[in-house]
């Protein structure tokens, strides 16, 4: 599966963004689709996944009850709505998916095996 992430951009404090992360060469049936960030210097961190099938959601503590991951089987498409953005969210997002992933190991960016090219998210204070 081939995956096309995009909806970043320049967003004040305090306000909210959409990306999206679109599948091609495959459906996302029975997929866990991931988002991950990376600002510069730091670590590539799980932001938030969704089990395809069972739509089960999990997300970074960093971020639970800001943002929310959800799915739209019609248009093959996973959605992070991002909001009460912070400069500290500033960062490339990455969407990720893999069919053979355990539930603990959704946070581990190593689990996923395919990546989109990354939209960056920059939060102005």
């Known amino acids: 599966v081939q995956l096309q992430a995009f909806g970043g951009g320049l967003v004040q404090a305090g306000g909210s963004v959409r990306l999206s992360c679109a599948a091609s060469?495959?459906?996302?049936?029975?997929?866990?689709v991931g988002w991950f960030r990376q600002a510069p210097g730091k670590e590539r961190e799980f932001v938030a996944a969704?089990?395809?099938?069972?739509?089960?959601?999990s997300y970074g503590g960093s971020v639970k009850g800001r943002f929310t991951i959800s799915r739209d089987n019609d248009k093959n498409t996973v959605y992070l709505q991002m909001n009460s953005l912070q400069p500290e969210d500033t960062a490339v997002y990455y969407c990720a998916a893999d069919r053979n992933i355990i539930s603990s190991t959704i946070p581990d960016r190593r689990a996923y095996d395919h990546w989109g090219q990354g939209t960056l998210v920059t939060v102005s204070s």
């Open positions: 060469g495959d459906t996302f049936r029975g997929h866990v």
């Open positions: 969704i089990r395809w099938n069972s739509r089960h959601t």
